[in-house]
């Protein structure tokens, strides 16, 4: 538990210095925490199948997007908008799931770096569809959406029609707090524990801790690496739409592309590893992640005289320790073949 221990001495220092109240910090802690869990929630997994830390979440976040461009193009406000664009992204989400399951297959042990460039490859396909093709090939109704060539979708997308939609379901008129988001996030939660206490969630297990055990005992490796893709790629694209429905806002371009880099962060903060993952490094590592995301900016102001130095110091951190993860996996896996090789 030393980086979670680290990471708390460090908020609460950033947190001393902001000046910030306590009330508006915790205030804003539930938002954070409802809005991001799913997101980290995704990666847990792949990481208990020992494919590692999925950087190809974002390819889920992708997913989730286009459904939020499809009931924004037609017009479906409300909660109804929220739940046709789950519908939508679900299918796009367990197509790109089960393509990034069959590439990770054939690059076994090297997971993480090859998820990596398949989201930078995406990224590139997502693009010409939403850039080039958009108002050209594929009709778009709302032609606000439109840039003023009437060719590709505009940086900025109001989602002002869904906005809160799902945090103020049924509880909106009585508190401010996200409360059905809460609920459905800890039902998710629930459903992944009882998942790996299934005959699937067990061979998960089996395939993480040694895929050649498993093969051996009749577990089909390939099969069940692929559906543990599939489920972290649709959690990511949910977690992305009640993401931004909560955010009001979708930048087309950008929203998808850091999702991956401060999930990992989150997860990797709370104390898990590149093959050991669970609800509570998830909830743990999203907590202190985001409390550095509220107080760093004002700390950086009162200490330096400069806000951005609080967000380069927070960005710093995110790769950093991305990195620090990386380095003590390959640590332990060369001690790990040393002390075999001396048996």
């Known amino acids: 538990m030393i980086v979670p221990i680290v990471f708390l001495i460090i908020s609460l220092a950033g947190f001393v210095l902001s000046g910030l109240p306590l009330n508006f910090v915790l205030n804003e802690m539930v938002f954070r925490l409802s809005r991001n869990l799913i997101l980290v929630m995704s990666l847990i997994i792949p990481v208990i199948t020992g494919m590692g830390l999925n950087f190809g979440i974002v390819l889920g976040a992708m997913a989730g997007q286009v459904g939020l461009i499809f009931v924004i193009n037609y017009g ?25 399951g069959k590439v990770l297959n054939k690059a076994k042990g090297k ?3 090859t998820s990596m460039i398949l989201g930078f490859f995406a990224n590139g396909i997502y693009q010409l569809i939403f850039i080039l093709l958009s108002g050209r090939v594929i009709p778009i109704k709302n032609k606000d959406m439109l840039m003023s ?15 809160k939609s799902l945090d103020n379901l049924f509880f909106g ?10 609920i459905i996030t800890a039902l998710l939660f629930v459903g992944l524990y009882f998942l790996l206490k299934t005959k699937l969630g067990q061979e998960m297990r089996a395939v993480g801790q040694s895929m ?3 093969g051996v005992s009749g577990i089909n490796v390939d099969r069940t690496r692929i559906i543990a893709i599939i489920i972290s790629t649709v959690l990511a694209a949910w977690g992305q739409i009640v993401y931004l429905q909560n955010m009001g806002t979708l930048s087309t371009y950008t929203n998808h592309e850091q999702v991956g880099l401060f999930a990992v962060a989150s997860l990797l903060i709370g104390g898990a590893s590149v093959n050991k993952a669970s609800w509570k490094e998830a909830l743990i590592g999203t907590f202190l992640f985001h409390l550095l995301f509220i107080v760093s900016p004002l700390a950086g102001q009162n200490l330096m005289g400069n806000a951005q130095i609080g967000e380069y110091f927070r960005v710093f951190i995110a790769y950093g320790v991305i990195g620090l993860a990386l380095l003590l996996h390959a640590w332990e896996k060369n001690k790990s073949k040393t002390q075999l090789s001396d048996i």
């Not at 009437?150 to 906005?163: F, P, S």
């Open 76 to 100: 479906i406000g409300g909660i109804g908008g929220v739940l046709v664009a789950v519908l939508i992204s679900t299918p796009v989400a367990i197509l790109l799931g089960y393509l990034t």
């Open 111 to 113: 997971e993480m770096i």
């Open 149 to 163: 060539t009437g060719v590709g979708l505009k940086n900025t997308i109001d989602l002002n029609i869904i906005r």
């Open 173 to 182: 008129n009585i508190t401010p707090f996200p409360i059905v988001t809460l």
């Open 212 to 214: 050649h055990i498993a």
